[in-house]
């Protein structure tokens, strides 16, 4: 469509250069092309998709002119046409309640004159706030509750701005408020509120990212309240509020940094008393030209020559942690996904987190814990940490699993895979009954593992130090889950059962040993406590013994990678063959125990 402009009276193909923040998407864009003179009357409109590339054709006349943009509204062919001048296209209006913070309103207003050789530059600016909690964290030294934790935390947005117009830059109060008390439901209730967690008196960066119109309401009345972040949690099972009072402006973004000193409020509506919570906020303009929005991918490992094997789920991935560390080894950003959080991306779960371009950072991941890592805040504290497990099998969530990228710089339209090892091994058994004498029957009733590690390092090698870092029973596998091992896949030789532990990567203790002698250690030696291994206890029957009612012979031998080695490494399948021969009885003392027989 176009319109006489009073001004040149040929048609000319105007080229738009379109740019929009770089984490944006546009769905659609609407070009009014108006008269740059006191009339402001339209020249011509067109409507573009997201088919159109960055720079686009709009036909108008020659001369001065004001382009204006608007993106991801929609507006029908009846109210454009009602748009005859830019005074009244002015008046348009956005609701709050209809944004998406993916594909958020956006406008422009660009004097240019049509005709020229160069592309009118169109830079589209959100309408939206942004307001971001970079830390938190609390300390009640010297109150009564000293040394209590901040537990159900939460943090939301409330008296929002429900209105605004779609052009204006300044002077913005609101004639209509939207979660006045905190409690409506809007399409994208990730734009005003999210779950933190627990907050204790060690810093924590939540990621949380939270969206509102901009507002002048500083005088805080009834009438005109003003926009307020709230952190809400529980102290000792009594809920408190401590609401901060903001005046967000379009497009900016609002960085804050919390301390939480004493008990709060009663209710959001009641602005935090002074001194209760300290908040340090850094107000930037919201323009990610030197960010880079990157997509991770979580990958699952593969254990080294992988079997299938029916429990535990060796691929589940039921939570993550990931961790985001500078060059100076400082932490940047934490994030903990669980449930609806783990996106899925292939084979593995998708993750897309806003990084500065020409950066380094360190992107460690952590899968399968059950609950979030806190207490981190430099990479020492990440790979100090030791993951403990309460009991051996305790794996219905899955295996921990860990993985790592260093010194990685975002790129354009970057999509980085991060592959997860498991820090467990898997020892797999098989019986091997070829050269028993005839008559001499052997049936395993339970495999055991010993010197089986309660706890291992998140990263790096990782071992039992002493007696109380293993379980005084590791994974046991009985009876029915054992009809492998009882039942021959070929003549003589069973099928493998399957055993899991943490890592216990207690490297070569017996110096020239043989694959021939026996890995044992001193009676009462520590590393006779530390060092794995696998107990079996079998029922055993032929002509001239057997084993008592309710009794079992018992095989022991130790895990290793080799002669005088006792490493059991994580991610890595190892394969064991117990080969019995003869009457099945050869070996004494603690390998073999015998005092079952009659």
Known sequence: ???????????????????????????????????????????????????????????????RKLFAAIANLDISAAEWTEISSFESLQKLVSEFRDEDPQQPVMTSVTRATAGGTLPVPVNLERILSNVRIKSICCDFKGREYEGAVITNARAYLININGR??????????????????????????????????????????????????????????????????????????????????????????????????????????????????????????????D????????????????????????????????????????????????????SRNGDGIGLALTLLKNASYSVYAVANTGYPLRGISRKD??????????????????IPMSGYLEDFKPEDSAEMEIGLSRMMAKVSLKMDRTELDPGVRVLVRSVQAGGCPNSARLFGNSKAETARGVFPAGYVKSWGQLDA????????????????????MQGDLLSGISSQEEKVFPEGELHSKVCSYLELKMEYY????????????????FLGEGPGNFDVRRNCHYHFTVKLSGDGLSGTGWRVDKTALE
Request: proline residues 5%.
């Open 164 to 289: 605004c117009e779609l052009f204006r830059q300044e002077d913005f109060h609101p004639a209509e408020m939207v979660n006045y008390h905190g409690e409506e439901t809007f399409p994208h209730p990730e734009m005003i509120g999210a779950y933190i967690g627990d907050i204790g008196n060690t810093a924590l960066s939540p990621g949380i990212s939270l969206y509102c119109y901009p507002s002048d309401g500083t005088e805080d009345t009834a009438a005109l309240p003003s926009t307020r972040l709230v952190i809400e949690g529980e102290i000792n099972g009594v809920k408190y509020y401590w609401p901060v009072n903001i005046s967000p402006q379009r497009n900016l973004r609002y960085d804050y940094e919390f301390l939480i000193t004493r008990t709060g409020t009663d209710s959001p509506d009641i602005p935090a008393e002074t001194g209760s919570i300290r908040a340090a906020c850094n107000v930037l303009p919201w323009n990610e030209k």
């Open 542 to 557: 032929s002509s001239k013994k057997n084993t008592k009612p309710g009794q079992y012979l018992i095989y022991r031998f």
């Open 485 to 504: 091992l009882n039942n021959d896949s070929s003549l003589g030789v069973s099928s493998e059962a399957s055993l899991y532990m943490l890592e216990n």
């Open 1 to 63: 469509m176009a319109e006489s402009g009073g001004e040149g009276q040929d048609e000319i193909i105007t080229f738009l250069d379109t740019r929009t923040p770089l984490s944006d998407a546009v769905s659609s864009l609407h070009v009014f092309v108006y008269n740059d003179d006191s009339l402001g009357r339209l020249d011509s409109y067109q409507r573009f998709d997201t088919r159109d590339s960055g720079r686009r054709q709009c036909t108008s006349r020659s001369g």
């Open 381 to 398: 504290d990440l790979l100090s940490y030791r993951y403990y497990l309460a009991y051996p099998d305790e794996l219905r969530t899955g």
């Open 291 to 342: 960010e880079q929005v990157v997509t991770f991918r979580i990958m699952r490992g593969k254990m080294r020559e992988m079997t299938k094997s029916s429990d535990p789920d060796e691929n589940l991935i039921s939570d993550l942690n990931l961790f985001i560390f500078n060059t100076d080894d400082q932490m940047e950003e934490w994030r903990y996904l669980k449930g609806s959080a783990l």
